[in-house]
């Protein structure tokens, strides 16, 4: 029975968790579906990110970073040595936040961006994730159509110019049949690379639609 008002009540606790974190002292998300387990909340990824979308509508500035410090943060509850580190990293031209525009986003080394995500124009899209287990996709894609991918894909990709007048896409995304169609849609303008796993996982999507055509 507590565990079910505890379950209801997991917004809540999500809201708890991220307000006692700051640039310096961010939560990756396996600690915070720890925290959640230990209130009696069980809560797959997915669940949490929309939670987080949710909590973002409200006005609460939720980022994501990368680094010596990687994981989930609220802005604005930085502590003293967040902001140190902050004006230190910017004096020194920190790599890691010398893209954080759409220019830079598009260049050679550019890394996630650390600006709140706005709400995904497509549902199959992720914010990055801190774990090893799931990597993002690489997309080889066509520059005469880096309007049109960069429009579907925003801020939650990584890009990286490649020769031949391509680019590389790399974003975190729920392979639904909702991704397949938008990928298979762009044709060969928009080529799956990695992860092997995939790449498979779209061929038998392919093949199970070429068999309705037999």
């Not at 565990?3 to 809201?15: F, R």
């Not at 925003?154 to 392979?175: L, P, R, S």
Request: charged share 35%.
């Amino acid at each position: 029975m507590a565990k079910g008002i505890n379950q209801k009540g997991k917004i809540l606790y999500l809201e708890k968790i991220l307000r006692e974190t700051s640039e310096t002292h961010p939560c990756t998300m396996q600690e915070i579906i720890g925290r959640l387990q230990e209130n009696g909340v069980s809560a797959e990824r997915k669940s949490i990110y929309d939670d987080m979308e949710v909590l973002r509508s409200f006005g609460m500035d939720i980022k994501f970073k990368r680094g010596k410090y990687t994981g989930y943060y609220v802005a604005g509850e930085a502590d003293s040595e967040s902001v140190n580190t902050s004006t230190t990293e910017k004096e020194s031209g920190n790599p890691e936040d010398s893209a954080k525009n759409s220019a830079g986003a598009e260049t050679e080394g550019s890394a996630f961006s650390s600006e709140p995500h706005k709400k995904a124009k497509n549902s199959w899209l992720l914010p990055p994730s801190d774990s090893e287990e799931d990597k993002p996709v690489k997309l080889l894609c066509r520059n005469k159509k880096k309007k049109e991918i960069m429009a579907a894909l925003g801020n939650y990709a990584q890009y990286k110019e490649k020769e031949e007048d391509t680019f590389v896409a790399a974003v975190q995304v729920d392979e639904t049949s909702e991704f397949y169609g938008w990928l298979t849609g762009m044709g060969k303008d928009v080529i799956l690379m990695k992860p092997k796993k995939s790449v498979q996982a779209y061929r038998d999507y392919l093949k199970g639609i070429l068999k309705e055509y037999k």
